[in-house]
């Protein structure tokens, strides 16, 4: 099979970056497969992830203005390029299936270029965000391009979303649900003797770190012997806006921005909880990988991943924005290290349902049937 991935970089650390490399490198050491990954802004930099040597990798430099919207007329400009050398890639390499991973403009156009070729398309983030602008457009435009984005969905073949509870967000009938894959399984797990709690990932306002230093405020004021790590780079003003917050509250000694990592798992075996503060996730592959090294989470229940993760087996969902209960939870946690350690064996045994081979199994069984249904709607 000769699979085309498209997304815009694989340079920054990432939950669609990791997962990428993890589907690709299966692929690409299956025989008989042909896999390549187009990007529109590599930069010229290395890959963040490790990725086969199998697969063949190549960057169309678009290169849009990420401090703009793709929609501004700066990055619009650059859209006829876009299409032109896509399209032109496409026909040369004739895959068998496209996937646009990330969301960016090649989405709202990959459908209708070398329609012959079946298009897949992933998301990685809940439309449950979407809801109050659907229900209440601020205007006109914003009315007509949901319109135009549903229109675009259902000219895929397949739209592959990570939980059953964001079909409801769809008007077409071609989703698919598969979740993330587990990106490691360590052999040891944490010896939950570490008084630390970790928290990962890309530093925005959509991880609600804000709200988790609100939150380890009210733990430090009863537990003063713990302290919160959270790893992850990306967005300056806001990580300036977090530590700021965190020297006007005076807890830089238990609280501190680590950064990125290349270790994630060592840092996890290292922890002895995961807390997560998201106002949404869809699938949120680090907790599977928290779970894999058996910690126990805490986690806001956001829309709609955590649910779909933890149970009252392996960890607490807590009331979105109830940062009185996140905090008792986690300093009840901390005190009962027998509850910790029956959490952490379940979490351990729930990751190993989102095992590489089990869900891969789903991706080929999609690519088979999309091909298949291609071919016959072109008979």
């Known amino acids: 099979m000769k699979i085309v991935f498209i997304i815009d970089q694989v340079y920054l650390h990432g939950g669609i970056e990791r997962v990428l490399s993890i589907k690709a490198n299966y692929f690409a050491e299956q025989d008989d497969?042909?896999?390549?990954?187009?990007?529109?802004?590599?930069?010229?930099?290395?890959?963040?992830?490790?990725?086969?040597?199998?697969?063949?990798?190549?960057?169309?430099?678009?290169?849009?203005?990420?401090?703009?919207?793709?929609?501004?007329?700066?990055?619009?400009?650059?859209?006829?390029?876009?299409?032109?050398?896509?399209?032109?890639?496409?026909?040369?390499?004739?895959?068998?299936?496209?996937?646009?991973?990330?969301?960016?403009?090649?989405?709202?156009?990959?459908?209708?270029?070398?329609?012959?070729?079946?298009?897949?398309?992933?998301?990685?983030?809940?439309?449950?965000?979407?809801?109050?602008?659907?229900?209440?457009?601020?205007?006109?435009?914003?009315k007509y391009f949901f319109k135009f984005t549903d229109y675009v969905e259902k000219k895929y073949d397949r739209l592959v979303i990570l939980n059953p509870n964001e079909t409801n967000y769809y008007k077409s009938n071609n989703t698919v649900v598969i979740p993330n894959p587990l990106t490691f399984y360590p052999e040891s797990v944490s010896e939950l003797s570490n008084k630390i709690v970790i928290s990962a990932g890309r530093i925005a306002h959509v991880k609600g770190y804000d709200l988790l230093i609100?939150?380890?405020?009210?733990?430090?004021?009863?537990?003063?012997?713990?302290?919160?790590?959270?790893?992850?780079?990306?967005?300056?003003?806001?990580?300036?806006?977090?530590?700021?917050?965190?020297?006007?509250?005076g807890l830089q000694d238990s609280l501190v921005l680590m950064g990125s990592t290349n270790d994630i798992k060592g840092k996890m075996l290292?922890?002895?909880?995961?807390?997560?503060?998201?106002?949404?996730?869809?699938?949120?592959?680090?907790?599977?990988?928290?779970?894999?090294?058996?910690?126990?989470?805490?986690?806001?229940?956001?829309?709609?991943?955590?649910?779909?993760?933890?149970?009252?087996?392996?960890?607490v969902l807590v009331p979105l924005y109830d940062n009185e209960a996140f905090a008792d939870q986690l300093i009840q946690l901390m005190e009962n290290k027998e509850k910790m350690e029956i959490m952490g064996k379940n979490a351990r045994k729930n990751a190993g349902n989102y095992s590489v081979q089990k869900v891969m199994i789903k991706w080929k069984d999609m690519f088979d049937n999309a091909i298949s249904a291609n071919r016959t709607k072109r008979n």
């Open 270 to 315: 290292e922890s002895s909880i995961y807390a997560m503060s998201s106002h949404n996730e869809c699938f949120p592959l680090v907790l599977l990988e928290a779970q894999a090294c058996g910690l126990p989470i805490i986690s806001f229940d956001c829309p709609h991943g955590p649910k779909s993760i933890i149970s009252e087996k392996t960890g």
């Open 214 to 249: 609100d939150i380890w405020e009210l733990v430090a004021q009863k537990n003063k012997d713990w302290k919160l790590h959270i790893y992850g780079n990306g967005e300056p003003n806001y990580e300036k806006i977090l530590q700021d917050k965190i020297n006007e509250k």
């Open 33 to 142: 497969n042909d896999i390549h990954i187009i990007t529109t802004e590599q930069k010229g930099k290395e890959p963040c992830y490790d990725f086969s040597s199998k697969i063949l990798f190549e960057d169309i430099a678009i290169n849009y203005n990420r401090a703009k919207s793709y929609f501004h007329p700066v990055n619009l400009g650059k859209l006829p390029k876009h299409i032109r050398r896509i399209k032109s890639r496409i026909k040369k390499i004739q895959p068998d299936v496209v996937v646009v991973c990330s969301h960016s403009t090649d989405t709202y156009f990959m459908p209708f270029i070398v329609k012959s070729i079946p298009k897949v398309k992933e998301f990685h983030f809940s439309k449950s965000i979407e809801i109050a602008s659907r229900l209440n457009p601020r205007n006109i435009l914003k």
